[in-house]
């Protein structure tokens, strides 16, 4: 499989499996209503770093179409990002 074919399933997949659960089991306390949101913090990081370093890594070997294509993974991490502040402030 194509590995950008596989960042953007880790990307999209990972995301959508973590806000389905959360949608099943909603916090019943404000202490798992704080976890819920440090759980979806952290993995908005990771995936950042994820696609960033493939970013770099694309940089470095100076391919250019590549990188605008990892380029556009960027745009469901700031979704996820945005989501997490939003369920922060709920």
């Known amino acids: 499989m194509h590995t950008l074919a596989v960042r953007w399933a880790v990307v999209i ?6 806000l389905l659960y959360l949608a099943l089991s909603p916090a019943q306390s404000p202490q798992q209503h704080l976890i819920h949101g440090i759980i979806l913090a952290c993995e908005a990081v990771f995936l950042f770093k994820f696609v960033l370093f493939a970013l ?13 294509q990892t380029c556009w ?7 996820l990002t945005g989501y997490t502040v939003y369920y922060f402030m709920a």
């Not at 997949?13 to 973590?18: F, G, Y």
């Not at 770099?56 to 605008?68: A, D, F, P, Y």
């Not at 993974?73 to 979704?79: G, S, T, W, Y």
Request: without cysteine; hydrophobic residues 45%; positive net charge.
């Open 56 to 68: 770099i890594g694309h940089h470095l070997r100076q391919e250019k179409r590549q990188q605008r």
């Open 13 to 18: 997949l990972v995301p959508a499996l973590t």
């Open 73 to 79: 993974l960027l745009l469901p991490v700031a979704a």
